[in-house]
C-alpha cells in the first residue's frame, strides 16, 4: 500500500472545542495544557515529564496549578521546553485586544555562575481555539519569491504575443488603424462649432476599438506581405548595381577566377578609349601638316649671274623670265627677218 504523506506542520491548522470546553476555555492557566493536545507538542520535552510527575504526586500538585508556578519550575531544568513568551491577559488583566498567545519552543542551556543559554526553535500562535505554527524565515521568502516568479512567467507569457512586427513600422503593441477618409459632407459637419457637440459613448468606444482590433488582426498578414515586397523592390532600385565584394569570384568551384568590379572595368574602359581618341587626333594633325607641306611650290634658289654671257644676263636682270641653269649655257633666239613692204 503507498504510504501517505504527512502535511508539514507550518501548512496546517489544528483545533479542538471539545477539549477547549473541558477546559473551562482557553486562558493564561489552560493554554499550555491545551496546547499539549495538538501534534506540534513533543512528548519528550521537559514540560512533559514536569506534568506527569505533578499528577502522580500529589506534593507536586501546585506547581500544575498555575502558569507562574510551572514555568518558575521549567527555568529551573536544562532542555527542550515549551514556554508562553506573549500573554494577551497578564495575569487576569487585559493589555492587548488581539487574543493572541505566543508559545515558544526554545532549548535551555545552562552554565555556572552565569545566566541561562537559551536558543529559540520555533514559535506557535494560539487563536482562540486554533494553533498555528509559525513559518520560518527561509520558508517565508522561498515563498515569496515563488510567487514572484510565477507571476512574471505568467507576466511574459501574455505579453510575448502582444507585439507586432511590420517593416513599416517595426514593434508595436497595438494595431495599426487608417484613417478614414471623410467625405465632404461630413468635412463641413467637422467644421461646425463644438458647442453642442455631445460627449462620446464610453461602450460604444470600447466595442468599436474591440471590432477594430478583430478585424486589424484578421488582415495584418496581407498588410505585411505588401510592405515586404515594396521594400524588397525599393532596396533593388537602390542596391542593384552594387557588389558585395570588390572583386567577385567568377566560375565554377575549383575553378574560381577574381574578377574586376564594374566600376573598375568601367573606369578602365573609358581610359582606353581616351588614349586611343588622343592617338587618333594626335595622328590626324601629323597627317594634315604633311600634306600643307606637299601642296606648297617651293621656293627657287637665287641664280648665280657670273660667268655668263651679257645677254643672257641682262636678260635674267630684265625679268628673269627664263632661268637658266648654270653650267648648261643659253641658246640664242634667232631674230625672223621682216620682208620689205611688210608692215610692222
Keep these: 500500500m503507498a504510504t501517505v504523506e504527512e502535511p508539514l506542520l507550518d501548512e496546517i491548522q489544528w483545533r479542538s472545542p471539545p477539549i477547549a470546553q473541558g477546559m473551562g476555555g482557553i486562558h493564561t492557566n489552560t493554554v499550555l495544557p491545551y496546547f499539549y493536545e495538538s501534534p506540534y507538542f513533543d512528548r519528550t520535552s521537559n514540560n512533559a515529564i514536569l506534568s506527569s510527575q505533578a499528577l502522580y504526586n500529589p506534593s507536586m500538585f501546585h506547581i500544575i496549578a498555575t502558569r507562574e508556578a510551572f514555568e518558575g519550575r521549567l527555568r529551573t531544568m536544562a532542555g527542550l521546553e515549551f514556554m508562553v513568551t506573549h500573554d494577551p491577559s497578564d495575569g487576569g488583566q487585559i493589555v492587548s485586544n488581539s487574543g493572541v498567545w505566543v508559545i515558544r519552543k526554545q532549548n535551555r542551556r545552562k552554565r555556572p555562575g552565569e545566566e541561562d543559554e537559551v536558543a529559540p526553535l520555533s514559535s506557535y500562535f494560539v487563536v482562540g481555539e486554533s494553533v498555528y505554527m509559525a513559518p520560518s524565515v527561509g520558508n517565508i521568502l522561498g515563498g515569496r519569491l515563488l510567487s ?3 507571476s512574471l512567467t505568467k507576466f511574459l507569457a501574455t505579453a510575448s504575443s ?6 513599416s513600422l517595426g514593434y508595436t503593441y497595438l494595431p495599426f488603424v487608417a484613417k478614414p477618409v471623410s467625405a465632404p459632407g461630413s468635412l463641413q459637419a467637422t467644421q461646425t462649432s463644438k458647442e453642442s457637440t455631445p460627449l462620446p459613448d464610453t461602450q460604444v468606444s470600447v466595442k468599436s476599438n474591440k471590432t477594430s482590433h478583430l478585424s486589424e488582426k484578421s488582415s495584418i498578414p496581407d ?7 515594396a521594400d524588397s523592390f525599393r532596396l533593388a532600385n537602390i542596391y542593384g548595381a552594387e557588389y558585395m565584394d570588390e572583386n567577385p569570384l567568377v566560375g565554377e568551384p575549383g575553378s574560381f577566377i577574381l574578377q574586376k568590379s564594374r ?3 568601367a573606369q578602365a574602359q573609358s581610359q582606353s578609349q581616351s588614349q586611343v581618341s588622343s592617338q587618333s587626333q594626335s ?13 606648297a611650290p617651293p621656293t627657287p634658289a637665287p641664280i648665280k649671274t657670273e660667268g655668263l654671257p651679257p645677254e643672257v644676263r641682262k636678260g635674267v636682270k630684265a625679268g ?18 621682216v620682208a620689205p613692204g611688210t608692215p610692222k
Excluded: H, N, W, Y
Design 320 to 337: 628673269e623670265k627664263t632661268p637658266v641653269t648654270p653650267g648648261t649655257g643659253g641658246k640664242k633666239r634667232k631674230k625672223s627677218r
Design 223 to 229: 498588410l505585411r506581405g505588401t510592405s515586404l515586397l
Design 148 to 150: 514572484t516568479v510565477t
Design 263 to 265: 566600376d573598375a572595368a
Design 162 to 167: 502582444l507585439p507586432i512586427f511590420t517593416p
Design 283 to 295: 595622328q590626324s594633325t601629323i597627317k594634315s601638316s604633311v600634306v600643307v607641306k606637299a601642296s
